[in-house]
């Protein structure tokens, strides 16, 4: 038995992945009746700690506490058992099945047909559901199927889910991620309600402002360590977002001024349609000159992916214009943009970047094969593949079992992304775009890649680096823009912006600067 | 069992022929089980499933005939089997099922009968122009499942398989109405000068069948190999069926290589068509569509979709369904045996990637448990 006030306490808890600490021996407690916030950037180990009270890990160390009592979570499962629901960022329904349908999946309410066949009681489901979204403000139609709802009503669903089940715990994984201005109000208020309704809710979110309008408590995780658990009544979003970056950031590249020349990427009015056949990037408008690294800041799903696809040729633009040295490339296909001069390298480099069953020298031949240095008349000439792949995996110090011959899927992450970055800069184009180019890898490997990088500015590239880590905008940029909800909203010379400016940008915050 | 089952199909080298091998192994000995369990020597019946196959020769035979005969006839059934079997492997390669194989093989065999094979043209002509023709009318039959595809997104699976049965109504209403033999009840038998087996040559004093295509179908295999491995066309389609998210991030037109490959797929599903209709037997049989074309599929499975693997594959399945006539008279064992066998290679065959995976699977688990008795000395 553990003594406290707390319904859920998590004590010292360490999750390790190979090669990174998720957490590092955090311990929190949660008290009944509130809603717990927690904060930081990505990669700070947020989801992690909640994937663990969910019961989807189990922890490496550690103790949790559930009412008092020590438990050990298993699964998912035990986790619902113990009253614990989760709304995951990406939901988990059946989009064939109606909303009552999916709600009592896998606990169906059973009736007897003449006493004997068991059946589903649909009725009394509907009946039930209709009732618990009443109670709690949940506008919900429980006959509805689930491929005609839009995105927030999903998410009712999904509460609705935790809620048929008896949840008294309520996790939230970054639930306003996908929703607009009024949803967000709306769901803000739908959680204040299961407080209300004595409900324990967590959320995990990067949104200061959120937190702000509607956590009691909130902590602050960095780097798998928890920074501080602050009353958010007392505290300013500066402050958090002050806490959230963490630590003075180290200009330790070391690299020299930049020397800008001509304009090589000019985007005007850029929109671009997302997933969802949402407007993923609003409107926006930059230039990036020769030797100079744009760096664009912002949280995860505020349109980077969507921009650089759109620039790379993956993805139509909606409205706007791209021109690459004064070529309009805004709807040239990929293999021609290829050849005018972009390079890119994408965030997903197992279904993206590379061909993982083709072998190394494939995989670095894979934007070049047809030309007239690799093949004559169509057919490959293998021993320029092998030659061009000797030399890459020589200059760029790509290690791997076989060589040229290993398939790309045999190799670690850090050394596939060096073949897709090797790849790439060979190409030896005006314009390169990273996207995300150190996610998962080791500090090694990162100091390597920025090298990379700003030596490519110095041979005269432009540069386009998109990343989530606020350390590798700082450490790289020339200039800097923020990207927030599919628009830039700040572009400034990296020497005028702090970093805590940069996060506020991320936040969504801006010129506010104290909204406490 | 876990690390045997690592050493035997685990790592890399050779991986997929290792795991071909031992699908075939495992399917052995579930046949001899069932041989064994209805009183039957299983190895005396599988060595009449070679005795039949003509690679061992048989205790004894009808007059003018030997082992080179019974191995000629092989070769004949042994052609098509190839040509099928590569018509599935090329789709597979750019990431499609071709299922429609025996409807373009209807198709190709239908189209060449007509046109060339109840023509009076001579030989040279004749021979030539049906295989032609055959492959266009097989390869016209692919582009459309490749264009469905692009153009309105018809999961190949579905158009395929649904062409097979289209087409082999429509054929047979147009055999049955125009070209039936009514002693057969088949279409009537194509003209010696089209046919592609030359039957009952006399030499040597034997009697035996001339598969003329024999040497077209391991060319054939030869230059797709090539036509895969050395050529940028080749790159184009491995790299769509890999993953068509990093075929268009490298600028590589998808639809012009899925297009592309289903016709190719089809010119060689034709070829399989015209050996077998206007080779093998010489007449087309109204009403069913040929299984070869669904074999083929666990074929090419079994050959690692690889076009000498293919060679390999289909010779092995050959010796099966053509020596089971000769197993069933000698062991006194329904024919359905030897087809029951075939059908549980083919199923491990096709089970060829979960074995991958689930060595993978075990490797991995191994060498964790490795790993953390390691580290637990260390502490």
Redesign the interface.
Known sequence: MSNSGYIIEMKHITKRFPGLIANNDVSLGIKKGEIFALLGENGAGKSTLMSVLFGMYEPDEGEIFIRGEKVRITSPRHATQLGIGMVHQHFRLVSDYTVAENIILGSEPKKKLLGLIPMVDIKKANADIAALSEKYGLKVDPTSVISDLNVSTQQRVEILKMLYRDAEILIFDEPTAVLTPQEIEYLLDIIRGLRDGGKTVIIITHKLEEIKSVADRCAILNRGKLIDILDVAGTSTTEMARLMVGHEVSFSSGKAEAVPGETVLKVEGLTVKGEMGNDAVKDVSFEIRSGEIFALAGVSGNGQNELADAIAGLRDCAAGRITLNGTDITNMPIRKRIETGVAYIPEDRHNVGLVLNFSLSDNLALKRYYDATFSKHHIMKREVFNENGNRLIKEYDIRSSKGNATSTRAMSGGNQQKAIIAREIDLRTPLIIFMQPTRGLDIGAISNIHKQIIEERDRGAAVLLISLELDEIMDCADTIGVIFDGRINRIAKASELTVNEVGRFMMGVGDKGESA | MKKLIVKVIGG?KLQMVRISLVAILISLIVGAVILLAIGKNPFAAYGNLLQGSGLLPKGSYAGRQNMFTDFMSFLDALTPMIFASLSVAVAMKAGLFNIGVSGMMLAAGFTAAITVGYSDLAAVAAKPLAIVIGMAAGALAGALIGWLKYKFNINEVVSSIMINYILMYVFTFFINTYFVNSVSRQSNPVSDAARLTITNVQAFDLKFNIPLAFPLAIISAIIIWFLMN????G?EI??VG??R?????????ISKSMILSMTISGALAGLAGITYFCGYYGSIQPGVVPSMGFNAIAVALLGNCDPIGCIFSSFLITIISKGSVYMSSQQGVENEIADLVMSVILIFAACAEFMRMYAGRLETELKDKKEVQASRQIR
């Open positions: 890399e050395r050529t940028t066309m790159f491995k790299a890999q993953s998210q990093a075929a268009r991030y490298a600028g590589i037109g």
